[in-house]
């Protein structure tokens, strides 16, 4: 099965900060990939798909970027709202994985 | 209002069935991919299984294949897990999820609330 892991796991930082999530794929997945934003008690949510693409609704202060094995997820300002836990997640192959997760916490 | 509503979760023993149903409304249910995530409790997100939009394809995850079986009715609008075999490990916040597509590999882009499934004596 391809394996994700995600850095850091944990990332603490300020309101108006830029963020970078960094996923990587244990083999090549392509473009083959998501990132969801989970906050506590509610279910997540889809911010990227194929790498790249914005989720609609979600604001452009996210964005995607990768492609094979190396993947980032970019927040340009963090939001007082955007303090939450991301997950990447592979769909490549029909048993997708999530990666363990980062939690984004207040500085 | 799109949504999907989960249910069935309860305490079943080690050992046990349970079947989880998940409820669609809002959207063109037999035109996508369904998917069951769990949560263990503290834990991340865990792909189960996968379904297509005709019910032809299923798919599992390692660790539930052959104990968990996915199905759908498109004409109830509704989407099955049959849990057996169940054990202490299995206990979890069991989510459904909408894919982006038919197929079943683009991105979950609409989830419930989650029903959760505790295994315990």
């Known amino acids: 099965d391809i394996q994700l892991t995600q850095s850091p796991s944990f990332l603490s930082a300020s309101v108006g900060d830029r963020v970078t999530i960094t996923c990587r794929a244990s083999?090549?997945?392509?473009?083959?990939l998501a990132w969801y934003q989970q906050k506590p008690g509610k279910a997540p949510k889809l911010l990227i798909y194929a790498a790249s693409t914005l989720q609609s609704g979600v604001p452009s202060r996210f964005s995607g970027s990768g492609s094979g094995t190396e993947f980032t997820l970019t927040i340009s300002s963090l939001q007082p709202e955007d303090f939450a836990t991301y997950y990447c997640q592979q769909l490549n192959s029909y048993r997708f994985t999530f990666g363990p997760g980062t939690k984004v916490d207040i500085k | 209002e799109v949504q999907l509503v989960e249910s069935g979760g309860v305490v079943v023993q080690p050992g046990g069935s349970l079947r989880l149903s998940c409820a669609a409304s809002g959207f063109t249910f037999d035109d996508y991919a369904m998917h069951w995530v769990r949560q263990a409790p503290g834990k991340g997100l865990e792909w189960v299984s996968l379904?297509?939009?005709?019910?032809?394809?299923?798919y599992y995850a390692d660790s539930v294949k052959g104990r968990f079986t996915i199905s759908r009715d498109n004409s109830k609008n509704s989407l099955y897990l049959q849990m057996n075999s169940l054990r202490a490990e299995d206990t979890a916040l069991y989510y459904c999820a909408k894919d982006i597509d038919y197929g079943g590999n683009a991105g979950f882009d609409l989830w419930g609330r989650g029903t959760l499934v505790t295994v315990s004596s």
């Open positions: 379904i297509s939009w005709d019910g032809g394809s299923t």
């Open positions: 083999q090549g997945i392509s473009s083959y």
